[in-house]
């Protein structure tokens, strides 16, 4: 967890320091300062409004003791274990199987889950996945993901701004004209994989934290499974905010083949399910 926390603090001040030099890039003393700006600016909205966005682009709803007892008991039992307080609980009406979490710290944490999620997955599976949510709650990756998430947005609108000011030398075009294609096809690339690194450490780690919660690593494992074939049957359209919330959830909401799943923010379910039974002593 040190070396993931080290890691993820130098990638993020990594993902900023390029939000400024593309800035610096495009518009010289000016621009460098309103990249610092709207570096900041980006962390901030994510430090208060991640949640917002998150349960908005799902469309979620909360849920009560009264409405869901059962989702209400496991996530009680689970928050009671950790020794943590109870997060929030929404529904989202989305049939793809899937569950989030966000928040800024674990007392003004939400952890939601799809209503297909719900309709698949028996109840030591379910408990799996609410445990993996929770552990993203108290190893504080929602917070550090969903600032991941607005930098590398960030970087992709400053990079789009290139092809619209001019770039080195008044006298040499050409030189701008290459220093534009750069940033604009490389600034996005290199912030994907900055939000990439993050987010696939986080998953693995959120895995073992919640099948060390439940003490059942294969119900965890199942669910992947389900979830995984979950969400190739039913794809969600990468639109508007769902693709800035799509790093929380605990498998890529997208359809993605060849080489656009080398970029997923999410790790290969295979080789999830295979860390998890070998945390269960089975071996392949």
Known sequence: MHHNGLRTAVLLVGLSALIVAVGGAIGGGGGLRIALVLALALNAVAYFFSDRIALT?????????????????????????????????????????????????????????TYGLLEILDESELRGVLAHELSHVYNRDILISSIAGALATGITYLSHL???????????????????????????????????????????????????????????????????????????APEGKLVTASHLMIANPFRGYGFVRLFSTHPPTAERVRRLEAMAGYRR
């Open 57 to 113: 682009a799902m469309r979620a709803r909360p849920v009560s003791e009264v409405t869901n007892p059962a989702l209400y008991r496991i996530v009680r039992e689970l928050s009671t274990a950790a020794r943590h307080p109870m997060p929030r609980l929404y529904i989202s009406p989305t049939m793809q199987p899937n569950a989030f979490a966000t928040g800024r710290n674990p007392r003004r944490a939400a952890v939601c889950c």
């Open 162 to 236: 290139a092809w619209l000011l001019p770039i080195g030398g008044d006298d040499d075009d050409d030189q701008g004209f290459i220093s534009a294609l750069l940033f604009t096809v490389l600034g996005p690339v290199a912030a994907m994989v900055i939000q990439m690194a993050i987010s696939r450490a986080r998953e693995y780690q959120a895995d073992a934290s919640g099948a060390r919660l439940t003490g059942d690593p294969l119900a965890l494992a199942r669910a992947l499974r389900k979830i995984d074939m979950g969400t190739h049957a039913l794809p969600l």
